[in-house]
């Protein structure tokens, strides 16, 4: 049996079954992407909520895992060679998990490469200026006098939307046919941008079609439906 107690993120999440993969997270936009992801695998895995109003995020333990205090995280006790591989940044896990299953990634290389471009998209593009967006729309900087950084980042992400909107005019998803972590990445994105920040009017989501009609297929998948509640709170 895999012993995952030489890792200190199991002194304050223990692994109830060493043998399952061990997931440290929240459902925030890039949480939900691997919950989402294990939930569409069928991998047996053991979700641990790491709680922000307690900074478990900054606690030793935590750190130990990801020095960049962020989740998701990930412990995989059945990693390359056998070993347990610890993991963290979301675009990260979700390749690993894509390579490790077989799944939710084009076996042919160029269909590969495509789809970690998108990811990239999501990851370099998407998900920082959504992020800024909803920091000046929705948090503290919400009450800034100057309006101009929000303006920046409205104009900078209906930019992305327009771009993700061409490309889906002839697709179902990203990858054409195929499901794929670039849509996994993508759409908590979308659905928090709408939701979560209250920013649809502000940058105008009526304008993109094709962007809502592949996000309301992503949502009415059964796994998305379940990955968006998970870690629950305890
Ligand atoms: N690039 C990282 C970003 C992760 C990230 O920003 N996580 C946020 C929640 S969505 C977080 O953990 N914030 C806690 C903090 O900054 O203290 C990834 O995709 O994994």
Not at 72 to 83: E, H, K, N, S, V
Not at 113 to 134: A, N, S
Not at 158 to 171: C, F, I, K, M, Y
Request: charged share 25%.
């Amino acid at each position: 049996m895999t012993d995952l107690s030489d890792f200190a993120i199991t002194k304050k999440w223990p692994a109830r079954n060493q043998d399952r993969l061990q997931l440290y997270s929240l459902p925030t936009p890039n949480g939900v992407k691997v919950s989402i992801m294990l939930e569409e695998t069928g991998l047996a895995y053991e979700p641990h909520r790491v709680d922000f109003e307690k900074n478990d995020q900054t606690s030793p333990e935590f750190l130990s895992l990801n020095p960049n205090n962020k989740i998701p995280a990930i412990l995989d006790p059945d990693g390359p060679d056998g070993r347990p591989l610890a993991l963290f940044e979301s675009g990260a896990i979700l390749i690993y998990l894509a390579e490790k299953t077989r799944q939710f990634m084009p076996h042919d290389a160029a269909g590969r490469y495509q789809t970690i471009q998108w990811l990239m998209f999501q990851m370099g593009g998407i998900g920082p200026m959504f992020g800024q967006l909803g920091f000046f729309h929705k948090f503290a900087g919400k009450d800034y006098e100057d309006k101009r950084p929000r303006d920046r980042y409205v104009a900078e992400s209906r930019r992305l939307l327009g771009v993700l909107e061409a490309h889906l005019a002839e697709r179902a998803w990203i990858m054409g046919d195929a499901y794929t972590i670039a849509d996994i990445a993508t759409f908590p994105w979308i659905r928090n941008l709408i939701g979560f920040y209250g920013a649809g009017d502000l940058v105008g989501i009526a304008d993109f079609p094709q962007v809502t009609r592949a996000l309301e297929a992503f949502v009415a998948r059964p796994a998305v439906v379940r990955g968006l509640g998970i870690p629950s709170p305890s």
